[in-house]
């Protein structure tokens, strides 16, 4: 079992950065892909950003050039660098990580609200 703890959300104005950062209990070498997940209020979980164990990345369209993905599998982390915030990039990030077909592990999600 892992545990995903999400940290760096906030509140912010539109135009701001935030880093956000996912801490796993164990170690993230075994996870082929880790990614970032975006739940807006209302919405439905959307794919956000991922990156493989060999540091290939993977952007939705919507943060695409705003957003860097990267992880440290020696400190156990992933983060996502957040910068030209929006008001729709509010809502809760969540860390996920995927272990085969059949294991899926996600943190709680930290909180992250844009203002105009």
């Known amino acids: 079992q892992v545990q995903l703890v999400e940290s760096g959300g906030g509140l912010v104005q539109a135009g701001g950065s935030l880093r956000l950062s996912c801490a796993a209990s164990?170690?993230?070498?075994?996870?082929?892909?880790m990614a970032w997940y975006h739940q807006a209020p209302g919405k439905q979980r959307e794919l956000v950003a991922a990156i493989t164990s060999g540091g290939s990345t993977n952007y939705a369209d919507s943060v695409k050039g705003r957003s860097t993905i990267s992880r440290d599998n020696a400190k156990n982390t992933m983060s996502l660098q957040m910068n030209s915030l929006k008001p729709d990039d509010t809502g809760v990030y969540l860390c996920?990580?995927?272990?085969?077909?059949?294991?899926?592990?996600w943190g709680k999600g930290t909180l992250v609200t844009v203002s105009s």
């Open positions: 996920n990580a995927p272990r085969g077909a059949t294991v899926n592990y």
């Open positions: 164990a170690s993230i070498v075994s996870f082929n892909v």
